[in-house]
C-alpha cells in the first residue's frame, strides 16, 4: 500500500497563485497568512518609513521594501517568503519580481496564531540564508528580539516598547519604538 505523498510546491505554483492569496512557499510548502491587523500595519508603517527617511537623507545604496515583497531565499526554487520588511544593500539582489538571495535586515511583526512561524521557522531560514539582521516586533508583548548573525549562529539581544534601539548594520541609525503611538 502506497503512503500519500505531500505536495511539493515551487517557485511556478507560488507565483501562479492568486493575486488576494497572501502565502509563504518555506520547503516547497504553503503557509497563508491572514489579513494584518491595524496595530501591525502601524508599526510596520512607522519603522518602515523611519528606515526609509534614514537611507534617503544619507544618500545610502541599501533600499527598504515593506511586504507584501517577494524574497526568493534560496536557489532550490522551493522557498520564497515575504518579510514585513526587507532591506537590501546589494542591488544584484533585487529583480522584477522582489529580492534573490538573503536581505541584509529583515523585521518580522507577530500576528495572534504565526508567533512559532517567525521565531522558530523563519528564524532558522534566515540563520541559514546569511540574513545579518533579524528583528522579532511583537505587539502583543510589546517586545523585540534582535538577532545579529555572528559567524554562522545569531546572537539575539531582548528589548521593550520603552527601548530605543541601535541597528546594527547602520552606524547611526536608531529605531525608538515609543515613538509610535499604538
Aim: overall charge negative.
Amino acid at each position: 500500500m502506497a503512503i500519500p505523498q505531500k505536495q511539493i510546491y515551487t517557485e511556478t505554483d507560488y507565483y501562479n497563485l492568486p493575486e488576494d492569496i497572501r502565502a509563504e512557499l518555506i520547503d516547497g510548502q504553503f503557509y497563508y497568512q491572514a489579513a494584518p491587523s491595524r496595530i501591525h500595519q502601524k508599526i510596520l508603517n512607522a519603522v518602515n518609513n523611519t528606515i526609509y527617511n534614514y537611507i534617503k537623507a544619507k544618500g545610502g545604496s541599501c533600499e527598504v521594501y515593506p511586504s507584501p515583497f517577494a524574497v526568493k531565499l534560496f536557489n532550490d526554487r522551493k522557498t520564497i517568503v515575504e518579510p514585513d520588511i526587507s532591506v537590501i544593500c546589494d542591488p544584484d539582489k533585487l529583480t522584477d519580481k522582489g529580492c534573490t538571495g538573503a536581505p541584509d535586515w529583515i523585521i518580522e511583526i507577530i500576528s495572534p496564531g504565526n508567533s512559532s512561524h517567525d521565531y522558530i521557522r523563519k528564524l532558522n531560514l534566515y540563520t541559514d540564508a546569511g540574513v545579518r539582521e533579524y528583528w522579532i516586533v511583537n505587539p502583543i508583548e510589546q517586545t523585540i528580539f534582535v538577532y545579529y548573525l555572528e559567524k554562522d549562529s545569531f546572537k539575539a539581544t531582548p528589548y521593550t516598547f520603552q527601548d530605543k534601539i541601535k541597528v546594527k548594520i547602520y552606524d547611526d541609525l536608531w529605531i525608538d519604538f515609543q515613538e509610535i503611538n499604538l
